[in-house]
């Protein structure tokens, strides 16, 4: 059974960082795209960031520049490093591998 845990969130004040990792397990994610999304109160949930298995990124643009997509193969981990954060990326994020989701970790970033 494919689980997605993820962890890290919290509260922070703007301009902070935060580091969110997701743990997967009954899954080896070495040749898989990892991704990470996010949700937030009264909107559809939205894409942030995509890893590769050859370790390429994408990113969303409103993150770009300020976010850190990374993988550890080894540990079937991946992590998101949130520098800068502002109040509107506040959300719930979550992480993805196919079609399996993660519970999420709130993210609440204050102004």
């Known amino acids: 059974q494919v689980q997605l845990v993820e962890s890290g969130g919290g509260l922070v004040q703007a301009g902070g960082s935060l580091r969110l990792s997701c743990a997967a397990s009954?899954?080896?994610?070495?040749?898989?795209?990892m991704g990470w999304y996010r949700q937030a109160p009264g909107k559809e949930r939205e894409w942030v960031a995509t890893?590769?298995?050859?370790?390429?990124?994408n990113y969303a643009d409103s993150v770009k520049g300020r976010f850190t997509i990374s993988r550890d193969n080894a540990k079937d981990m991946v992590y998101l490093q949130m520098n800068s954060l502002k109040s509107e990326d506040t959300a719930v994020y979550y992480c993805?591998?196919?079609?399996?989701w993660g519970q999420g970790t709130q993210v609440t970033v204050s102004s």
């Open positions: 993805k591998v196919m079609d399996y």
């Open positions: 890893i590769f298995s050859v370790g390429s990124t």
């Open positions: 009954g899954i080896t994610i070495r040749m898989k795209a």
